[in-house]
């Protein structure tokens, strides 16, 4: 099982860089958008996987915290920057 958490762990950091690549190098506003979407998404994986290692579940309200901001954050986000007809 330790193995298993470890690849997913090394595989979470990958997709991190990657992310982070393209959230430094958007070309628009919602391309950024929609990568700092899916850095939340692997920090939320990321804590998932380390509650799991350490057999701790106080950390599972964070995630549940860490998603709501999320979504609040790209629905205001994308309503701002969407024109209106």
């Known amino acids: ?11 979470l950091i990958a997709a991190a860089v990657i992310t982070a ?3 430094l190098d958007g070309p628009s506003t919602l391309d950024r958008l929609v990568a700092m979407d899916t850095i939340l998404a692997v920090s939320m994986c990321g804590l998932a996987v380390w509650s799991v290692y350490s057999l701790d579940t106080t950390i ?16 205001s986000v994308a309503r701002f920057r969407v024109r209106d007809e």
Do not use: E
């Open 1 to 11: 099982m330790t193995v298993v958490l470890a690849i997913a762990g090394i595989l």
């Open 21 to 23: 690549y393209r959230l």
């Open 60 to 75: 599972v309200p964070a995630i549940v915290a860490l998603s709501l901001v999320s979504f609040v954050g790209s629905v």
